[in-house]
């Protein structure tokens, strides 16, 4: 379901409860418009920033997803691709005050498919994308060098490149970043 960010809000402002921010009101509103949800991105044992997220959307996203992601304890804030003046888009916290530097914690993900429709929620996405790094049990540290139907390419460096199950992987390995 293509919906736009003010039914979202609507939708959010008016779903039975007065705290709008909180977990079981907007997720499940989310879940149900297609919105996929995301464990907070953490690295050197600290979440990204908001500015940091943004970024690395930018390196993750390429196809206009629309992200809500929670910053802070208690607040949602919409991240959208922006195009600039060189036609290059960006990820942009869209927000009533400066969140660029509270630190993101999960994060839901619409990603609109050919018929301008998001995936359902009850489609799995990738959690593991081209450049993250994985701790294996025996291999050691390798990064992901492609991903492609729930399988990761893996080089080990020295114990050279392996294709394992994303699944298999997310259980019995550490992903580093």
């Known amino acids: 379901m293509n919906i736009s960010w003010e039914d979202a809000i609507e939708m959010l402002s008016s779903s039975n409860s007065t705290k709008i921010n909180y977990d079981e009101v907007y997720a499940e509103i989310l879940k149900k418009n297609g919105f996929v949800h995301h464990k907070p991105i953490v690295r050197e044992g600290h979440r990204l ?16 997803e629309r992200i809500f992601a929670h910053i802070g304890r208690s607040h949602v804030v919409a991240i959208v691709p ?6 290059a ?26 018929t301008g429709k998001g995936k359902t929620s ?4 990738s959690t593991l994308y081209i450049g993250n790094r994985i701790i294996h049990p025996s291999f050691g540290e390798g990064t992901i060098s492609a991903t492609s ?4 390419t893996i080089d080990f460096k020295s114990n050279g ?3 394992l199950s994303e699944a298999w992987v997310m259980e019995n ?5």
Not at 82 to 87: E, L, S
């Open 49 to 64: 920033t908001g500015q940091e997220f943004c970024n690395e959307m930018q390196r993750k996203c390429y196809h206009g």
């Open 122 to 125: 009850n489609e799995k996405e």
């Open 161 to 163: 490149l392996r294709r």
């Open 149 to 152: 139907d729930g399988i990761v």
């Open 82 to 87: 922006v195009n600039q003046d060189n036609g």
């Open 89 to 114: 888009a960006v990820y942009k916290i869209i927000d009533c005050w400066n969140s660029s530097g509270g630190r993101v914690g999960e994060y839901w993900v619409y990603i609109p498919d050919e």
């Open 173 to 177: 390995c550490i992903v580093a970043n």
